[in-house]
């Protein structure tokens, strides 16, 4: 969000591109009487560059702050170090907001990862309700892409981390370990993460 004072910047800068523009159309129209000499032409092109080029990287420095909340849950607010480049990719690099675009690793996910995403003894969860918390739960890494998780979960499964299982109408159930699921099986709602320690396995031709 921006910043008040930022805001005022902007609006002064804003308003000196509309008085030069405003003198270009006076001169214009004595320029047609003949009556404007080259010298003020000269200094209205140069004076309105510099106006012109002032409001972007003005909107840049107003645009500085970012509100978010904390791992406990609390409102914080802090100005950015405003760059060259562009205000998101500024945002993800500040270590504050705690954006996350990629992968976490499967490890984070275990019960003794850095997340809590399990209760005590819990050994099952289901995908959706792993891919969803990071958007529910303050302490975790606010993350851009929610697909990240699944493929996060994913790479456990084929690392051999977890087993994905998901049951059929019928009650039996598909499992992987050390594979990867199709896409249909990663797109069911269904589809639970279990514990290798905790799981047991169908053989393929169950399957």
């Known amino acids: 969000m921006p910043s008040k004072d930022g805001v005022e910047m902007v ?4 308003a000196d591109l509309l008085a030069w523009e405003q003198v270009e159309s006076e001169l214009r129209d004595e320029a047609k009487k003949g009556s ?3 010298q003020r032409m000269q200094r209205l092109t140069v ?3 510099k106006a012109k080029k002032v409001v972007p990287d003005a909107i840049r420095q107003a645009w500085c ?3 978010t909340v904390s791992e406990t849950n609390d409102v914080q607010a802090f ?5 060259d480049e562009s205000l998101f990719i500024t945002l993800k690099g500040d270590p504050r907001s705690r954006l996350q675009e990629t992968k976490i690793t499967a490890e984070s996910l275990l019960p003794d990862g850095p997340y809590d995403l399990r209760k005590a003894g819990e050994t099952l969860r289901r995908v959706k309700d792993l891919s969803s918390a990071f958007a529910q739960h303050p302490h975790l890494p606010k993350m851009l892409n929610a697909t990240a998780i699944v ?5 456990g499964c ?6 994905l299982r998901l049951k059929r109408p019928d009650q039996t159930v598909r499992t992987w370990w050390r594979s990867r699921p199709d896409e249909e099986a990663l797109k069911d709602t269904d589809l ?3 514990l290798s320690a905790s799981a047991e396995l169908v053989s393929s031709s169950e399957q």
Request: no cysteine; hydrophobic share 55%; net charge negative.
């Open 36 to 38: 404007v000499d080259a």
């Open 65 to 67: 702050m970012m509100v």
């Open 11 to 14: 609006r002064g800068r804003i």
């Open 192 to 194: 639970e993460v279990v």
């Open 158 to 163: 084929v690392a051999g981390d977890f087993v």
């Open 79 to 83: 100005k950015l170090g405003i760059t």
């Open 151 to 155: 493929d996060t979960l994913v790479d």
């Open 47 to 49: 004076e309105m560059e």
